[in-house]
């Protein structure tokens, strides 16, 4: 993700009081926040099986050892 941060110092030139600052920033963590929400609303779950080996068809007969 290409961002930019809430504290960039250009940004900084164009709000030179703290209120307006920690205003920024305060909205840039309530747009993470969103997108945060949205990306994990959006999560489907894992509806695959697992499969550890095939089913084993053991014959009637004795097994033969030398």
């Known amino acids: 993700m ?3 941060l809430p504290t960039m110092p250009e940004e900084r030139r164009n709000e ?3 209120v307006e600052r920690v205003a920024r920033a ?3 963590r309530e747009k993470a926040a969103e997108r945060v929400a949205r990306r994990y609303a959006n999560i489907k779950p894992d509806e695959r099986r697992w499969r ?5 068809d053991l014959g ?7």
């Open 60 to 66: 009637s007969e004795r097994p033969h050892v030398r």
């Open 16 to 18: 030179p009081t703290l």
């Open 2 to 4: 290409c961002e930019t």
């Open 52 to 56: 550890v080996r095939d089913e084993l």
């Open 26 to 28: 305060r909205r840039a």
